[in-house]
């Protein structure tokens, strides 16, 4: 697919922030839309489906984690939050409801197209590779590729696009310890930058979901100083 077939919606009440990054983007070959308001980004939502999301947190009518949250409820595209909120909880918030990756102002351009060029060539890789068949299970837990949900004794655990990835990679690598970077590159489609919470965070939101903890059949294991590893029992 040619960057001329990808639409990027940015959201950015900043219009000296918005223009350079939308002209930035343009110039990459991509079909580039903007909005300055949670309101103005909804209206765009509604008419279209953007292969990547990059959104500010705070804005004057809303915040930029709703809009993450309504994008999410309806697909599974990268969000990239670019934004002037720093605190960890910030950055955790934002990777609760949904989003792939978290720049914070000041930041780099070069970065910010790297992240972008990666998220979506990551992106378009997995669509491609989902001839595989519509679902798989494993012991009690079922995957559903085109909902892309999982169950646990056939029952919907709700797991975010990112748990999701996340599970299918473990049980495909049954029994393999993969390390914080490993997963992350698979996941997200790109170096993790030795930044091991968000696999930490992903990991237990996980586990709490598919309940291992009382699973009789299978498990996902902290090994300590290496990584996780998917097991059956």
Wanted: proline content about 4%.
């Amino acid at each position: 697919m040619s960057n001329t077939e990808i639409t990027i919606l940015i959201v950015e009440d900043e219009p000296d922030i918005l223009n350079i990054n939308a002209r930035l983007l343009k110039r990459r070959g991509y079909n580039v839309i903007t909005a300055s308001s949670a309101e103005e980004s909804y209206r765009c939502l509604s008419s279209v489906t953007p292969d990547l999301l990059i959104l500010d947190i705070m804005l004057p009518d809303g915040s930029g984690y709703d809009i993450c949250e309504r994008f999410r409820s309806k697909c599974d595209n990268p969000v990239i939050f670019l934004t002037g909120k720093t605190r960890i909880s910030d950055k955790v918030e934002g990777l609760r409801c949904g989003g792939d990756y978290y720049l914070t102002k000041p930041y780099s351009f070069d970065e910010l197209l790297a992240v972008a060029d990666r998220l979506l060539t990551r992106h378009f890789e997995v669509k491609a590779r989902q001839g595989q068949p519509e679902s798989v299970t494993k012991c009690s837990i079922t995957l559903d590729f085109p909902k892309r949900k999982a169950f646990v004794n056939g029952k919907d655990v709700s797991l975010t696009a990112k748990e999701f990835s996340l599970l299918l990679y473990l049980m495909e690598n049954e029994d393999k310890i993969l390390s914080p970077d490993q997963l992350y590159e698979a996941v997200w489609g790109m170096p993790s930058t030795a930044d091991t919470r968000t696999i930490r965070f992903h990991i237990g939101n996980l586990k709490k979901k598919i309940d291992t903890e009382n699973a009789d059949d299978f498990d996902i294991i902290s090994v300590y100083g290496k990584g996780y590893t998917f097991t059956t029992k």
